[in-house]
């Protein structure tokens, strides 16, 4: 599992080597709602394409190594030319897992991510302009819109439910259509 401490130390120390990351997923909800909701076995984040392999040699030395990649990742090269993988997960030997989404800027301001270049998603500069809280400690996010978003195109886990739930409650997010047909079925959250 992943404390609100270790998301603490894990994003204070990227930004301290100017590696910023954006938190996405739970911890990324939790950020948004600025309160921890329930456990979570990984921190998600986007970062910089540029950052990959300096990000993964400062965890190889809090001992976080790689564990697999995502059905999604696409292998792209940063601007020194070394071939990066665009999303994948690291772990540490305590099981922390830090599960890891790489973006270039475009010209505009855009964050075009490597592992989706011919599906068209785009993180624009609002999408990319959440500020939330770990105990506190201010981090960078999603938006709330874009945390709901990011949650279509598959089958909501059960203990996700209540996340949604709160960016609508919260934030007066809507649904998406593949999300509200989801909700209104039998056995949802």
Known sequence: MVTPEDVIYLYQLLENHGKPVWLTGGWGIDALLGETTRPHKDLDIFMLVEDVIPMNALLADEGYTFKKYWSENLFTEDS???TIATGYVLADTEGRELDVHA????PHGNGIP???????FVLTPHDLSGVGAIHGVRVRCQSAQNQMLCHTGYVIPPHQWPDLEALHERFGVEFPESIAAQRLS???G
């Open 80 to 82: 020194r030319g070394n």
């Open 103 to 106: 973006f270039r800027f475009d």
């Open 114 to 120: 490597a592992w989706e270049v011919e599906k068209g």
């Open 186 to 188: 039998p056995g949802a």
